[in-house]
């Protein structure tokens, strides 16, 4: 229940910068995820808001109140590891009092609350047992209830979900989010997966090499990517990228010529930029038969995934695109196809800096 | 306990007899000891006619009678507290420091830690028997001038000084025990609000137990086993110095001296056979799907 402000955080083990310089602002009771590869620095930004790390430079701030330097312990945070972390020679009920007795609650309060947030985490009936007797989604479960339990200015989750099988994280993942906003606590959430920051967050900020490229609600991240990281790596299967020379009004790729897209014109002629790299996503295009105004290629594979269908088209020898079709249309291997993208969805991203040009 | 339920089984009794085989003569040296300490005489010689079963052997070394004839008399029972107090003094002394250093070795970072360990190693690697005379050195300079306090000292000094052999080796093992614990599991203690002693004995000691035990144990085994330090330093006697004592005086009767040596023995394989059990039980690590 604190805003939360990074203000210029840098952090470096030895030679290796984890962290570069970053800025970022995490409203109260804000749901904000940190999504990037693995070996982004997510992890390490959450452990140096937590108080594990020390950042090399730069200030952490609890609403007004300067924590830089403030012990774990006193940052009033709980943190969910990725490996749940319970202590595995304690049961359950110990588990989870274990923070409030190391606070030396009285007796009565710890067991009272103990079973407060079991019960609302529907492990009630597990307290007697072992962690070890438990499955992954009940371990998972006790350890959010051992971070909740001294109820916790910050939440803290560092890739929760990850250890857990995909029916159950699916399951998880609507109820974190429920129980996030019912308890109405500051929560920062680290993953690598894209779609459970999309479903979840009321924020993202994506982060590659230890910067942050881009914040923004989960809209904004998807239909405006800033970057052509960012636009790589959220949804699934990927936004395309297939390189385009500027030639006049239109476009060149490999064997087709497509107009340039409207909300693109001006900003072409003012950058007078010719290479660019044509980036849409793959529910943003419709697939015709045959030759028609779009990019031309031919059928390399084709994935039915029940409702629909991913087709991988190959425009030129090596460079494919995946394009969504609806299940009843056929293909067969080899037929000649053409892609027409949503004009308005195109991103155009810069081939030097693969910065979207908008921004440039 | 599990293993590979599709391994070759076909050689597996040569292997069998091979260990049994190159074990015979330890075996055999254990058997003889135990059988003539029942007997009139040493059946040392292999030889079934000289067993002639007797348990008053037994009964002399518990009354402290050392020979058969004459009245040299002994408190076994004395001495066999001593070799106690000296054993579980080395172990407890073992265990607190190692177990203590251990972890800090593995979890602190602070100046010189790599060079102590370094250190830790070279001293492991010194034979407790060169170190016996700056050892004593230091025992001379330290000793008591009140005569009252003489045996205390003894006592003392020389749990320290075996402790101290054992340590080094005894850190190091700590220190593998303690980098095998997930990172996460003391973070975790610390964002609960404990500090870190606090998580070095709620959360750390209890998942180390088998270490600690095995620690404990080897710390007891040397206590109870020592000679040299024993003997140069300790006052009173423990049982052996008791052994190694009595062993060449022409009044000993040998069959009493194996039944002494058979209850130096004892200890040692109880304190095993319980620690074993406890030692193969260790905890099914925290992560399941």
């Known amino acids: ?360 | 306990m599990r293993d590979v339920e599709t391994r070759p089984k076909k050689g597996e009794w040569i292997i069998v007899f091979t260990i049994l085989f190159a074990s015979l003569p330890l075996i055999l040296g254990f058997a003889l000891l135990v059988i003539s300490s029942f007997s009139r005489d040493m059946v040392t010689n292999l030889s079934l006619s000289s067993f002639r079963p007797t348990i008053e052997n037994w009964i002399n070394v518990f009354q402290g009678k050392l020979a058969i004839t004459g009245g040299i008399r002994q408190n076994i029972l004395k001495i066999t507290l001593n070799t106690l107090v000296v054993a579980l003094g080395v172990s407890g002394t073992v265990t607190l420091i190692s177990t203590l250093a251990g972890y800090s070795l593995s979890r602190i970072k602070f100046k010189g830690r790599k060079l102590m360990m370094l250190l830790l190693l070279m001293l492991h690697a010194f034979p407790g028997v060169a170190l016996i005379v700056g050892v004593y050195l230091l025992y001379r300079l330290t000793f008591p001038q009140e005569p009252s306090f003489v045996r205390l000292y003894s006592f003392f000094y020389v749990i320290l000084a075996r402790a101290a052999l054992e340590i080094p080796m005894s850190v190091w093992l700590m220190k593998g025990f303690f980098d095998t614990i997930p990172w996460e599991l003391e973070w975790s203690g610390i964002i609960d609000g404990a500090s870190r002693i606090k998580v070095w004995r709620q959360i750390m000691l209890p998942l180390i137990k088998p270490g600690i035990l095995a620690v404990a144990l080897f710390g007891f085994l040397a206590g109870w086993q020592d000679l040299i330090y024993v003997r140069t330093f300790l006052i009173d006697q423990t049982l052996a110095t008791f052994i190694e004592a009595n062993i060449e005086a022409e009044y000993s009767h040998m069959p009493l001296i194996a039944a002494a040596g058979t209850l130096y023995l004892l200890p040692t394989i109880i304190f095993f056979l319980t620690a074993q059990q406890l030692l193969l039980q260790s905890y099914s690590g925290g992560i399941k799907g």
């Open chain 1, 1 to 360: 229940m604190v805003k939360i402000t990074l203000d210029r955080i840098t952090k470096k083990f030895g030679k290796f910068t984890a962290l570069n310089n970053i800025t970022l602002e995490i409203e109260d009771k804000e749901f904000m995820a940190l999504l990037g590869p693995s070996g982004s620095g997510k992890s390490t930004l959450l452990y140096t808001i937590a108080g594990i790390y020390k950042p090399t430079s730069g200030k952490i701030y609890f609403d007004e109140r300067d924590v830089t330097e403030v012990p774990p312990k006193d940052r009033n945070v709980g943190l969910v590891f990725q490996n749940w972390a319970l202590y595995p020679h304690m049961k359950v009920f110990k588990n989870i009092a274990f923070p409030l007795e190391l606070k030396k609650a009285p007796k009565e309060e710890i067991e009272k609350k103990v079973r407060e947030v079991a019960k609302m985490l529907h492990i009630d009936h597990l307290l007697d047992r072992y962690p070890w007797q438990l499955s992954g989604g009940q371990q998972q479960r006790v350890a959010i209830a051992r971070a909740l339990v001294k109820e916790p200015d910050v939440l803290l989750l560092d890739e929760p979900l990850s250890n857990l099988d995909a029916l159950l994280r699916l399951e998880v993942r609507a109820e974190l989010k429920r129980l996030q906003k019912e308890l109405g606590i500051t929560a920062v959430y680290v993953t690598h997966d894209q779609a459970e920051a999309l479903a979840m967050a009321d924020r993202i900020a994506i982060i590659k090499d230890g910067n942050i490229l881009q914040v923004g609600d989960p809209d904004e991240v998807y239909y405006k990517p800033m970057y052509k990281f960012v636009a790589g790596f959220l949804g699934s299967p990927p936004m395309n990228f297939v390189e385009a020379e500027v030639e006049g009004d239109m476009l060149r790729i490999y064997h087709s010529r497509i107009p340039i897209p409207k909300q693109y014109g001006e900003i072409i002629k003012k950058l007078n930029i010719t290479e660019v790299l044509f980036g849409f996503r793959p529910h943003d295009a419709e697939i015709v038969r045959g030759e028609a105004e779009g990019i031309k290629g031919e059928i390399y594979s084709f994935e039915p995934l029940g409702r629909e269908q991913i087709i991988t088209v190959a425009v030129d020898s090596d460079v494919f695109v995946k394009v969504f079709a609806p299940e009843e249309e056929h293909f067969r291997f080899g037929e000649k196809v053409t892609i027409v993208p949503r004009e308005d969805r195109v991103i155009l991203f810069d081939k030097k800096t693969e910065k979207a040009l908008e921004y440039l």
